[in-house]
């Protein structure tokens, strides 16, 4: 029979617990929101583009985020889920959200190297911390998933829906300081760039690059928030916001590669109706053109100079 404090300990936790089928359907809204909203861009700028690099990484960065979500609502609000069943999907959504945020950052930094003109310095620079922080990521999560179990919820109340996962460690806070390790990286390339040719380039040009700056604030801030849920937070509110994590990068990145097709279709339909300044460098483009694949896809740089 339970103690008195076993069963105070468990209702503590499961009122902890509870609190994830919000922040599992908030990710959900946010995504199905944006795609209502953007579907029309969505068919006009990459659905009737050729395909292309451009278009398999937006695909990869788009579509995912619909399965791993619906798998983290599922497992937060399905009834009579066993522990093994819980633990299944755990994993799954599990590795799913990390390669879904490796996905988006491909494409942010993808587009941050093209406005260093694909400098090998830079490259090489964003490939070590890039193996670095994947390699830490993975070991730190396989980790924390294995001393991961799980409580068959019948067995606390027949009443109550979703797994009741109990996390032994929290290792996994080792990936969120790797991540933002590679955010800061990523945003100082990406403001450095913008303030060093400030008053070169056209204004919008510079609103763009400062946006994606404030964009990687919001990346850094949620990461910082849960390293500290992981070191200081109870063991039951473990990743708590790692599903907005995923779902905000997800978006961002679909919005960014929306913003530059639209710039390419532009240039496209207008080829000499542009000033330099007017040029929006490094641009990362879906559509192909032969024998000049690198430089539609990815853009140059050219307009920044040296």
């Known amino acids: 029979m339970s103690s008195p404090a076993d069963t105070h300990f468990m209702a503590h936790s499961q009122t902890l617990v509870q609190q994830s089928p919000y922040i599992q359907i908030a990710g959900a809204v946010i995504l199905i929101y944006d795609y209502t909203l953007n579907v029309y861009d969505e068919c006009e700028l990459v659905w009737r583009a050729p395909w292309s690099i451009g278009k398999v990484l937006f695909l990869l960065n788009r579509y995912p985020p619909f399965v791993d979500a619906s ?34 950052e491909v494409i ?3 587009r941050v190297w093209a406005l260093w003109q694909f400098s090998r310095i830079v490259g090489a620079s964003l490939l070590i ?62 403001l450095s760039r913008g303030a060093r040719h400030f008053g070169h380039v056209s204004n919008g040009f510079l ?18 928030i849960n390293i500290d849920i992981l070191l200081t937070g109870p063991p039951e509110s473990a990743n708590l916001l790692t599903p907005i994590q995923r779902v905000l990068h997800s978006v961002i990145a679909s919005h960014m590669l929306f913003q530059l097709r639209e710039s390419a279709r532009k240039r496209q339909h207008f080829p000499d109706d ?14 192909s053109r032969p024998g000049d694949d690198a430089e539609t896809w990815f853009g140059d740089g050219r307009g920044l100079g040296p």
Request: aromatic content about 12%; charged content about 10%; overall charge negative.
């Open 129 to 190: 911390v890039a193996i670095l922080g994947i390699g830490i990521t993975s070991i730190s999560y396989v980790k924390f998933s294995d001393e991961m179990t799980f409580v068959d919820m019948n067995i606390i109340s027949p009443n109550l829906n979703g797994c009741f996962p109990a996390p032994r460690s929290n290792i996994v806070f080792l990936a969120f300081v790797g991540l933002v390790v590679w955010e800061t990286l990523v945003m100082i390339l990406l």
């Open 71 to 104: 798998m983290g609502v599922y497992r937060s609000i399905a009834p009579s889920i066993t522990a093994e069943v819980c633990a299944y999907i755990y994993h799954v959504s599990g590795w799913m959200i990390i390669a879904g945020i490796i996905m988006s």
């Open 207 to 224: 609103l763009r690059v400062y946006q994606n700056g404030i964009m990687y604030y919001v990346f850094m801030a949620l990461s910082c």
């Open 108 to 110: 942010i930094v993808i």
């Open 274 to 287: 542009r000033s330099p300044v007017d040029v929006d460098p490094g641009t990362l483009v879906f559509a």
